[in-house]
């Protein structure tokens, strides 16, 4: 099933989702970003046409994963994330 606009979190295939959040867990905190800033980025990619699955169409990142680097950007717009 293809669930447009869905983050992983909410579909879990094959417990994907697990994997990412144990991956973002072993990020060092320095490289990872706050968690008000990965809730607004994520906000963003649920309100985007480029979000599929968690996965965004555009990179092919898992949307999480991505939202969860500090040093992170927006594939569709560059500075779409930037002040948040």
């Known amino acids: 099933m293809i669930c447009?606009?869905?983050l992983l979190?909410?579909?879990d295939f094959?417990?994907?989702?697990k994997n990412i959040k144990q991956k973002i867990a072993l990020m060092d905190d320095e490289k990872r970003a706050d968690e008000k800033v990965?809730?607004?980025r994520l906000a963003e990619c649920l309100e985007c046409n480029n979000l599929s699955n968690g996965i965004c169409s555009l990179c092919g990142c898992f949307v999480?994963?991505?939202a969860a680097a500090?040093?992170?950007f927006c594939p569709d717009?560059?500075?779409r994330w930037e002040g948040l």
């Open 64 to 66: 999480e994963m991505r």
């Open 70 to 72: 500090g040093e992170s």
């Open 14 to 17: 094959d417990g994907i989702y």
């Open 4 to 6: 447009r606009r869905c």
């Open 9 to 11: 979190s909410e579909t």
């Open 38 to 40: 990965y809730e607004k």
């Open 77 to 79: 717009t560059y500075d």
